[in-house]
């Protein structure tokens, strides 16, 4: 593999670079985390003539927001009634409006920005894995269509036409969404900021918060930053501090590995649409191509971890029944990030104390939900609006059994992709099917 192995960091054409905090200072947001929310916040920040700094324990993009999968969905990957179940009609339905438009302020912001970062509004596609799989998307077919969203049901031919793939029983097309480059977008979102008066501030770890005198004094690297607002964008990669807050949530790995550019004749026949695409097993699996014509596939798992080997051999079998033509094509890049995962995969804001919020939980959706709450929650602490929010704040929320349960979901992963990589199908593990665009 690549001595790069994240190919998003090897193939990104925005670039950014920003200094420690060296200083101390009073501004008017703090925000602690450089990652899609943080950097959406800290910029609709400065268009409110805010003050507003933002720091970042390792480098722009560094957690989820630049190990992501690139899939720029509208909603959740609940269906609709799902998500009112959870939170009721009003709140379900405020939250699922908002983000059906996710795509179009994502896509919307890229062109204002100006930012390099491979958009490609051509839909995804959810794969039906089995007839199961098809009943599914028959299913949230139904209710986004209930709920107006210009959703299509393909059929296994169509599916097969577009994908470049037999192995499919039917897809669900939804043309608002599309891809992109995320560890561009993310740089993107970081320059914008800067250009529009915001500090970005990298390798600045925050190791305290607390507040004092009526400000939050934020603490990195022996200086302070007292802020009138703060705002905790950490998400899956939180560390440093954990009073007043930390985000409870369970993280979940996701694995991906990308080919070299695949030959002209196969680019025509492989996503020659340019959707991205995930499908409906419980194991969720993701692919898609980038500009440069690689096909990335993704799945449940820590390519990092003990089992690394297994989930690369599972990636490499995928890939052969997927796309027979591509068998023993080898992958030159192999990544792993984490998706903040929430027990009832709703994101969370919580309002840990005055004008003080932290977003996160976007279970496997961080583009477009990430951009939203971002941009969101900086209005709503500047304007005193929470009402802005697209979710209610909680004052607290908590996870039950967090490190058990994601250690179960990794082992539940290894071993379907144990049995999968030996040719064997039909292994159930009980594992979320988180969305990959997270981080995913």
């Known amino acids: 593999m690549s001595s790069e192995v994240n190919l998003w960091r090897a193939s990104s054409r925005e670039h950014f670079a920003a200094p420690p905090l060296a200083t101390s200072r009073e501004v008017d947001l703090a925000v602690i985390g450089g990652g899609f929310t943080g950097l959406a916040a800290a910029l609709e920040a400065r268009r409110h003539g805010a003050s507003v700094c933002v720091l970042e324990a390792q480098t722009v993009g560094h957690g989820g927001s630049g190990r992501n999968v690139g899939l720029v969905n509208a909603g959740l990957w609940l269906p609709p009634e799902a998500v009112i179940a959870r939170m009721g009609p009003t709140g379900g339905k405020r939250l699922i409006d908002t983000l059906a438009e996710a ?3 994502v896509f919307d912001l890229i062109a204002r920005e100006g930012i390099d970062c491979e958009a490609t509004r051509n839909g995804t596609l959810h794969l039906a ?37 037999r192995a499919f029983h039917g897809a669900l097309f939804d043309p608002r969404a599309g891809t992109i480059q995320p560890l561009s977008y993310a740089r993107g979102l970081a320059r914008a900021a800067v250009r529009a008066g915001a500090e970005v501030h990298e390798q600045s770890p925050v190791t ?30 939180h560390l440093g501090f954990h009073d007043p807050f930390a985000p409870q949530i369970v993280g979940v790995h996701y694995c991906q590995y990308a080919t070299d550019p695949l030959p002209e004749p196969l680019r025509r026949s492989i996503l020659a649409g340019g959707e991205g695409c995930w499908d409906t097993a419980l194991v969720m699996s993701s692919f898609r191509l980038d ?29 052969a029944r997927l796309f027979p033509d591509l068998a023993g094509l080898p992958f030159r890049h192999g990544w792993s990030g984490r998706i903040a995962m929430t027990g009832d995969h709703i994101p ?25 709450f971002g941009t969101q929650a900086a209005r709503a602490l500047l304007l005193d609006r929470p009402d802005l929010l697209p979710v209610d704040p909680l004052r607290q929320h908590r996870e039950g059994f967090a490190g058990l349960r994601a250690a179960y979901y990794e082992a539940g992963a290894s071993a379907v992709h144990a049995i999968a990589a030996q040719g064997s199908v039909g292994a159930r593990a009980g594992l979320p099917q988180a969305g990959a665009s997270s981080r995913a």
């Open 208 to 237: 305290g918060l607390q507040r004092a005198a009526g400000q939050w004094q934020v603490t990195s690297r022996g200086q302070s930053l007292r802020a009138r607002h703060v705002l905790v964008a950490t998400n899956a990669y």
């Open 291 to 319: 500009q440069a014509g690689r096909l990335v596939i993704g799945g449940i798992g820590n390519g990092d971890g003990p089992a690394g080997r297994v989930h690369a051999a599972w990636a490499a079998r995928k890939l």
């Open 129 to 165: 894995h089995a007839p199961a799989g098809l009943r599914d998307l028959q299913e949230r077919y139904r209710q986004g269509r209930a709920h107006g969203a210009p959703l299509r049901l393909l059929d296994a031919a169509e599916t097969a036409r577009r994908t470049g793939s």
């Open 103 to 105: 795509p179009q302020r």
């Open 348 to 372: 969370k804001i919580v309002a840990f104390g005055p004008q003080a919020y932290a977003c996160f939980g976007y279970s496997g959706r961080g583009i477009g939900p990430g951009t939203v």
